[in-house]
């Protein structure tokens, strides 16, 4: 196995072991809704517990897993956790390079991938929701087969997807315009709209045919009734833009810093953009703002890559400083395996490590911007 590979395992390795894992025997994490209905419908595999609610009964796929492997159900469900976390950041270093980043830059980026407080650890940590692993590693997927216009692929990842959780649709818009007006190719749109087919039929026989404790004796308009836009509150609650800064805190403000940069990426790939907007839409679905918003991740650090190499960010000094302030970030008052002792701390560390940041790429920028016009004299 390639060495990189090899030194991706072994920091994924370490990472799971330092985020540590859920105790659902402690509260409040025993009252959590997601666990206690995943945990109901792996109990029930291989048949179908009908009292699991909203959309939770839908996103059979690891649940069922789970409940069909030989250990205890919490047991099964850490090792697919496991398992899909090793898979990850392999497979996430595959689509940086797919997209034309550098060997040494993907690699850079799969570690401050794992020094994400949202973009990896809490998936690893809160193991019950292991679907959000599966569905990242889906996208990433996703983004590689559309690449190489693989209609086939893209269809089964889809399929395969909404089985594990129907937000996995919200890639499709975004392709669309990628074929229909990037590539204006009416053949491989057409070819792309019927590779949709069959995940749109799965998540109708998934509602039509499983009945949870919400939907009982109300059918498939019901249950399809359940995606509604149901948080439009947040809207205007200040909160929900500070967990999305938070998402990628300390990295956040780094492509407004390079704002041309950025404007001409999503310019010559708004399919990007529009998949990025949907997922920060879809924060308003629900209340786990940060969650919602990750799995716009493969944009937002392939927009890094860019910078990083287009602006020279190759020390290794400097890399090592920034990914320090990654994992600086990382501890939280509620979660993980080492806890900070109150909110006030979390908040504090992730200012000042977001400040540090920040800083040091404007700097950055006005020393490139310097040496650019002293090279013109």
């Not at 404790?213 to 399809?224: F, V």
């Not at 404007?263 to 920060?280: D, M, P, S």
């Amino acid at each position: 196995m390639n060495k990189i590979y090899l030194l991706i395992l072994m920091s994924a390795s370490i990472m799971i072991v330092f985020y540590g894992r859920i105790d659902i025997a402690d509260a409040p994490f025993d009252s959590i809704p997601d666990i206690k209905n995943y945990r109901l419908m792996a109990e029930a595999a291989p048949g179908l517990d009908d009292t699991v609610s909203r959309n939770f009964g839908y996103r059979i796929l690891l649940p069922y897993t789970a409940g069909l492997m030989p250990f205890g159900v919490d047991t099964n469900f850490y090792i697919i956790t496991v398992i899909l976390s090793l898979l990850l950041p392999l497979i996430f270093f595959r689509f940086l390079k797919a997209y034309g980043l550098k060997d040494e830059t993907s690699f850079y980026l799969t570690l401050l991938f794992l020094a994400g407080r949202y973009t990896y650890g809490f998936a690893v940590w809160d193991f019950y929701d292991v679907h959000d692993l599966f569905t990242y590693i889906l996208i990433l997927l996703f983004l590689i087969a559309l690449k190489s216009n693989s209609f086939l692929n893209l269809s089964i990842i889809l399929s395969i997807g909404v089985l594990n959780r129907e937000t996995v649709l919200f890639l499709v818009p975004s392709a669309i315009f990628y074929y229909a007006v990037i590539k204006r190719d009416k053949k491989r749109s057409a070819t792309f709209l019927l590779s949709i087919l069959a995940p749109v039929v799965i998540l109708i026989l998934l509602r039509s045919l499983i009945t949870t404790e919400s939907a009982a004796g109300k059918g498939i308009i019901y249950s399809l009734g359940k995606l509604r836009f149901d948080e439009s509150q947040k809207l205007l609650d200040p909160v929900t833009y500070y967990r999305i800064i938070n998402t990628f805190i300390p990295l956040t403000f780094i492509p407004m810093i390079f704002f041309e940069t950025s404007r001409k990426f999503f310019k010559e790939n708004f399919h990007l953009l529009i998949l990025t907007a949907t997922y920060v839409a879809s924060c308003f679905l629900a209340g786990d703002t940060e969650r919602l918003i990750v799995p716009a991740f493969p944009v937002f650090f392939l927009l890094l890559g860019i910078i990083f190499e287009k602006h020279g960010f190759y020390s290794l000094k400097q890399r090592l400083f920034i990914l320090m302030m990654c994992i600086v970030s990382i501890p939280h008052h509620i979660f993980f395996r080492y806890r900070l002792p109150h909110r006030d701390w979390k908040v504090a560390v992730s200012l000042i490590t977001l400040t540090a940041v920040t800083v040091f790429f404007y700097r950055l920028k006005r020393k490139n911007r310097v040496l650019d016009n002293n090279s013109d004299i």
